[in-house]
């Protein structure tokens, strides 16, 4: 069965500090893999999505980036922590055929202070 | 218009109640419709698809009207375990790039 593996749980960093978040998932190629923030309150916002090694694209301009350096790997950083990055960062995959919808790690919740 | 649209509530009813929840979306061409639940301070799970002939699991039941554009879940015989916030996602083509997620509609069953 697949998995999808993210950490670290929690996260308090201090404004303008680097950020990396990780994602792994298990069980599965080539998924298409996806990075969301959910402000408190709110909905999930799209920030990344990918649908293939080094492939990403940004739904929103901001000092976040992502990287995939491997099939099942997903990577979320920032050189320099705002603090409006605070929130509940989510990864996310879908089969090619996104039969099942979204199947989501656990989470990290970012606090910038 | 947002494009995703949730009475946020929260909606408080009591053990054994049935309860519904409306999302309105705003794409008349989006390709796919689920429920999902999330738990406080935990990720989204997906609850269930809705499709255009309507599907039902146990005590949750799901509409899709393309019409009017929007969609909904009941719950029967509401149980304690019930309480969570539940999500509208609209998926606006076939890759789920264009996944809309409305804000969520909290529910709260109290003994």
């Known amino acids: 069965s697949q998995t999808i593996h993210q950490w670290p749980a929690t996260l308090v960093q201090p404004v303008g500090s680097p950020l990396s978040l990780e994602c792994t998932v298990e069980?599965?190629?080539?998924?298409?893999l996806y990075w969301y923030r959910q402000a408190a309150g709110r909905g999930l916002q799209l920030l990344f999505y990918s649908v293939g090694i080094g492939q990403i694209s940004s739904e929103v301009p901001q000092n976040l980036s992502a990287s995939r350096p491997q099939d099942r790997q997903f990577i979320l950083s920032s050189k320099k922590l705002l603090l409006s990055d605070s929130g509940f960062y989510l990864c996310a995959w879908t089969d090619r055929g996104w039969l099942y919808g979204y199947t989501f790690g656990s989470g990290t919740r970012l606090t910038v202070v | 218009r947002k494009e995703v649209e949730q009475d946020p509530g929260p909606f408080n009813v009591p053990e054994g109640a049935t309860v519904a929840f409306n999302c309105t979306y705003s794409?008349?061409?989006?390709?796919?419709f689920f429920w999902y639940r999330q738990d406080c301070r935990k990720e989204p799970k997906l609850l269930m698809s809705v499709y255009s002939s309507g599907n039902e699991d146990g005590r949750f039941t799901a509409q899709l009207n393309r019409a009017s554009q929007y969609i909904s879940l009941l719950i029967r015989d509401s149980k304690l375990s019930d309480s969570a916030t539940y999500l509208c996602?609209?998926?606006?083509?076939?890759?789920?790039?264009?996944?809309?997620f409305g804000a969520g509609t909290r529910l709260f069953v109290k003994a």
């Open positions: 794409n008349s061409a989006s390709q796919s």
């Open positions: 996602v609209v998926n606006g083509d076939t890759g789920g790039f264009k996944t809309i």
């Open positions: 069980g599965t190629s080539n998924p298409n």
